[in-house]
C-alpha cells in the first residue's frame, strides 16, 4: 500500500483556475506589453497554479507573527495565516513550514490553511498501519483534561482515557504528565481526527507474558521482592513482577499491628516469602515476619517467673491489657492482677494504651505464646501486714461503702474493706436487713473480728464496739419484775415481744393466759400491747422469758375462755 507522501506525490493537481480562463485582450491592458510578454507571464502564473491543489499538504515560508496568528507564503497570489495556537514550538521568520491546504479562496479572498491538520496528515498512515499491524507507538503525555490524559503522538493529539493508563486507579496523574510510554492504538476516526490509544492494554500482556513465566518460577517458600501496589485494612497487595500475591497483616509482623500502613508504604519495594500458591484461585499468600526470628524461641529462659519486665501497653480488653515487652512478644495482665486493694472494674481504669508500666512475670507457656503479668506484684501486698497493723480486737471507725441482704461493707483502707455481717449489728435486737441498723456512707465504729489475708476477708462488729447489755440483763429485768411489753412476732411456740431498750422477750404458748389454745394467734395479734412478768433470764444465751399477766383496758385477746393468772 503506498504512503500518503507516495500518494501526494503520485496524484495530479487540479488547478482552480485554467489557463484557458486566464487569457486576455492584450487591448485591455497597457500597449507596451507584446503578446509575447502576456504568454511569457501567463506561463508563469500556469506554473504556480499547477504546483498548489485544496486538500494537499503544501510547505510554506514564515512572512512574518502577529500577537496570535503566523502569516504564511504559499506561493499563491495572496498570504495564508495560521493560529499561533496550532503550532507545538513557536516558529521564526523565514522558516519553512508544511501546512495543509483548506480552500485557496475564502470568501475574503484569503487562502485558509492549517497546521494542525497538516500534522494530523503527516502521521496518520503511520497511525493507521500502526492500528491494523497491533503495533505499539510511543507518546508523552502532555495535559490532564475531563476523563483522561492528552498524549502527544508523533506530533499529534491522542486521548488516553483515564481507565486506560495503568492497571489500577491512578491517584495523582499530575505525576506522570511529560512521562514517555508506549501506547497501543484502540480507535482511529479520520474525518474527525480522533485518536484513541491505551496503555492498560500493552500493560496487561506484559502481566500476562510475566504471569505465564511466573507461574514456571514460583514456588513455595522462595524469598523474593516485589513492589507494594495497593494497601487494604487487612493487608497489602504485592506485585512480584507481573502477579500479585497478598500480604496478610497477620503476616507483616510478630509484633501486634494495628493497620498495613505501619509497616509498608504503595510503592516501595518489599521482601517477602512465598507461603502458599492457588493458581486455580490466583491466590498467592506472601509473609514477611517469616524472614524475621522466632520470638518465643527460648523466651521462658529469657524471662523467668518473678523476672520484672517493662513494656508498652498495645491493647485493653474488658479482662486485661496486653503489653508488649518486646517486639513480637506480649503479655497479658488479667483485671485481677491489676491491684491489690482497688476493685477494678475495667481495664481502662488503672492503664491506656500507649502507656509504659511495670509488671513481674507470673507464667510462661511457649507453646501457646502466653505470658501472664501481673502489676500488683511490683508492690507489696497490703493483705500480708493488715494482721500486724489491726490485731482482733482493735477498734476502729470506717465509712460504709456498701449494704447487701447479709450485711455491710466499710472501708479500713483506701481500697481495704471490711464486712459487718447481720448478726453482728445488735446485741439484742434480730436485724432483718442491714439498712435498719446502717445507712451508705455512715461513718461507724467497728472492731475486728478476724483477718483472713489469704483470701482477702476482714470481719468486723458493730456490736462489739458496744457494751453487751446482756450482762447486766438481770440487774435490768429481774426475775418477777411486771412490765409492758408489745408483740412482735409470731412463733410456732409462743411470741416475740418487745420490752425496750432493744431487748426482745419470749412468751411460751402456756403462758400467754389464754387456755386451750392450739396457736399463739387464737391468744394474740402483731403490734398488740400485753402486761407481762419476768419469769427466767439467761444472759449467756441471751434469752429473756416472760409470762402475760394481763391485757390492757379495752384491749382484749383473741378467744377468751377462760384468762390465767
Sequence with gaps: MATLDQQ??????????????????????????????????????????????????????????????????VGFKSEGSVSLDEFKERPKEGEEVEVFLEHLEDQEGAVVLSKKKADFMRVWERIRVAHESNQPVEGTLIKKIKGGVVVNLMGVDAFLPGSQIALRRVPNIDELLGQTYEFKIIKLNKRRRNIVVSRRVILENERAHKREHLMKELAVAQVRKGVVKNITDFGAFIDLGGVDGLLHITDMSYGRVSHPTEMVQIGHEVEVKILDIDWQRERISLGMKQLQTYPWKDVAAKFPVGTRVQGKVVSITNYGAFVEIEPGIEGLVHISEMSWTRNVRHPSKIVSIGETIEAVVLKVDETEEKISLGMKQTEQDPWMVLPLKYPVGTRINGKVRNLTSFGAFVEIEPGIDGLIHISDMSWTKRVQHPSEVVKKGDAVDVVILNIDAENKRISLGLKQAQEDPWLRIGETYPIGMELRGAVLRLMDKGVVVDVGNDIEGFVPMSQLGVANIENPGDAVKEGQPVDLRVIEVDPIHHRIVLAVVGYPEGVAPVVTPGLTA
Design 8 to 73: 501526494i506525490h503520485n496524484s495530479t493537481p487540479q488547478p482552480l483556475v485554467s489557463a484557458t480562463a486566464l487569457r486576455v485582450r492584450p487591448d485591455l491592458y497597457d500597449e507596451e506589453y507584446s503578446d509575447q510578454d502576456y504568454e511569457q507571464m501567463l506561463s508563469m502564473y500556469e506554473g504556480t497554479m499547477s504546483q498548489i491543489a485544496e486538500g494537499e499538504i503544501v510547505k510554506s515560508k514564515v512572512l512574518r507573527i502577529t500577537e496570535n496568528a503566523v502569516i504564511l507564503d
